[in-house]
């Protein structure tokens, strides 16, 4: 059965990189050997890791003077080592509070040093960006460029004086971004970047002074810097898989998935906005092209449409618990068909088909 799969992550993944990791999977390039079963420590293994780090500073233009780390723990690990490793100066760390995500970020620094919020949205219930101009003197200022329950998006940078923390999870590589505007860019990957396991960290090489001495060895950047990610057992899979994400974002151009993801984007909100039934709440400049809610505004009319639209093979619609209604995520691998179908799928409904 094929369908369409609208999941906020882990998500859909191109159907060739499917089709490419099952021919390599039980026999890697004439090895004998599946990709799951390599070494870390092999040179087969080497080459992925490093063929993954190119392509990545390939594509995001990454300059020489950042560190590509892959990591584990999730993004989520990323709350904790950022202040551990960067907050070591004024032990004090400026946020933007733009919604859940940068809640669960600010709270996990709380538990080592103090934080601030410089500016929020919530008094908007998180519909926007804040607009303020931002004053940190902070040890960095962190950011969640994409909201991924709200459905909102930075589209500029903020201008601080501070080093610039942006967790970028569930927009990387969906859009062009200046790397040398910030100092860490952090992104799990099982949203655009490949499966779950492997957190992307992009960090600029002066702040691996920051680290205090006393800190394990895994918790630290300078450890999976000096080591290229190979410090420990890294999540070699999932490495590997965003190495044939990357290889295919590159084959297809990456204009092309840029220009994709806006116009199919552009069409979901066009039908939204002109639709009598359901809507989407958010600021239309701050509107995010990855994570789409929409909803009917009753809750037994969302679940009646969530049946509807999974019965004509579009799943995981669901919004996340804690907004309710309906969520679509349309990441660099969802098909412009995939959107049609949706769209076709909102028009029946609203039409009174059950
Ligand atoms: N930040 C954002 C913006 C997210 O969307 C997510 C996951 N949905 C996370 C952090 C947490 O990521 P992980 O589950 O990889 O820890």
């Known amino acids: 059965m094929t369908v369409f799969n609208f999941s906020a992550g882990p998500a859909v ?3 060739p990189v499917l089709l490419k990791a099952q021919s390599e999977l039980l026999n890697y390039q004439g090895s004998g050997q599946s990709v799951l079963e390599l ?12 063929e993954t780090e190119s392509l990545l500073r390939e594509l995001l233009q990454i300059p020489d003077h950042y560190r590509v780390l892959f ?22 760390v400026d946020f933007i509070d733009t ?47 994409n909201n991924t329950l709200e459905g909102t998006t930075f589209t500029s940078v903020p201008t601080v004086d501070v080093p610039l923390v942006a967790d970028f999870s569930s927009s990387i590589l969906s859009e062009p971004i200046d790397v040398s505007q910030f100092d860490v860019i952090y992104a799990g990957a099982q949203k655009n970047l490949g499966s779950a396991g492997m ?31 190979l410090y420990n057992t890294p999540p070699t899979y999932s490495i590997y898989l965003t190495k044939l ?10 204009d092309t998935i840029v220009e994709r993801n806006r116009k199919q984007a552009a069409s979901l909100y066009a039908y939204l906005d002109q639709s009598t039934l359901f809507s989407n709440p958010v600021a239309i400049q701050d509107r995010s092209r990855m994570n789409i ?38 990441y660099n691998a ?11 799928v909102l028009e029946r409904f609203e039409q009174g088909e059950r």
């Open 199 to 229: 957190t992307l960290v992009i960090i600029k090489e002066d702040l691996l002074q920051r680290t205090p001495d006393r800190l394990g060895s895994y918790l630290r950047y300078d450890t999976h810097a000096t080591h290229h990610s």
């Open 99 to 145: 919604g859940s995500w940068s809640q669960k970020a600010m709270q996990d620094a709380e538990a080592f040093i103090q934080t601030n919020i410089v500016a929020s949205s919530k008094a908007d219930r998180y519909r926007s960006i804040p607009t303020d101009t931002i004053r940190s003197d902070a040890d960095y200022l962190h950011i969640t460029w």
């Open 39 to 50: 070494s870390h420590r092999s040179g087969l293994f080497e080459h992925i890791i490093e």
């Open 13 to 15: 993944l191109p159907v």
């Open 71 to 92: 990591l584990q723990g999730g993004a989520t690990l990323q709350f904790s080592m950022l202040p551990l490793n960067l907050a070591t100066v004024r032990q004090r």
């Open 334 to 344: 969802m098909p412009t068909a995939g959107v049609d179908a949706l769209i076709a």
């Open 245 to 254: 994400v990357l290889e295919w974002i590159k084959e297809q151009g990456f």
């Open 293 to 330: 809610p929409f909803t009917t505004s009753e809750t037994e009319l969302d679940e009646q449409f969530l049946q509807f639209a999974e019965r004509h093979q579009l799943v995981n619609l669901k919004g996340h618990r804690s907004v309710g209604g309906m969520r679509a995520s349309l």
